[in-house]
């Protein structure tokens, strides 16, 4: 195996109302190279934003096996992740992320939101400005609580 640099994975989730128009970002950085993304729906939550960013940023990742550390303000995504959280909601998602992580060697990383750091602030920005946008598409996977709960 090559031996190549750590990818950065830094992410961030919003929605104004939860439920209500929701939007992800995500910044990608390794060495001098630099990836922004973002995306948005109609109706969706904040914590599906914060896990479908991380989804997305792992998604942009082409090399196999990559050291990917991933930064992210959601106590939902991390404590989920490295507390053993029960997985409740969202199961789409998580199937997504299972799937994707099984290919790369991740650490994560829990920062405080909206403290100034500069990557964070980025994907806030990113977040924001996309479910800002005009006729966004629906997410299929988001399910009302009142139905999400006959689920459980």
Known sequence: MEN???IYLYTDGAASGNPGPGGWGAVLTCGNARKEMSGGFALTTNNRMELLAVIKGLEAIRWQDAEVEIWSDSTYVVNTLTKGWKRKKNHDLWARYDALAAGFRITLHWL?????????????????????????????????????????
């Open 4 to 6: 190549r640099p750590v």
């Open 112 to 152: 405080k939101g909206h403290a100034g750091h500069p990557e964070n602030e980025r994907c806030d920005r990113l977040a924001v400005e996309a479910y800002s946008r005009p006729n966004l598409p629906g997410d299929e996977g988001y399910v009302p609580k009142e139905q999400e709960d006959k689920l459980l």
